[in-house]
């Protein structure tokens, strides 16, 4: 009898530890997303800027084309 129950307990520990690395793992995964969330919170505004920056519109709610034009404009302004 036990035998049976060492068998039994070496199951039960068997699951408990499977289910320790699924939550393990699941913790890992949500921490990269958040992690990897937050940096796109951060670095993707400035991203659209300097992309926005190159448009030969003076609007940024259509996109005309690309073109160093603002680029000049603040150079030569003085």
């Known amino acids: 009898m036990s035998a049976m ?5 070496a199951r039960r520990l068997s699951r408990r530890s499977r ?5 393990k793992r699941i913790a890992q995964a949500v921490l990269s997303l958040y992690g990897w969330g937050g940096y796109a919170f951060m670095y993707l505004p400035i991203v659209i800027l300097v992309v926005f920056s190159f448009n030969d519109s ?3 709610a259509q996109w005309v084309g690309f073109s160093t034009r603002w680029y000049v404009e603040m150079a030569n302004d003085r």
């Open 19 to 23: 289910v320790a690395y699924l939550q």
């Open 5 to 9: 129950a060492n068998s039994t307990d």
């Open 58 to 60: 003076r609007s940024t």
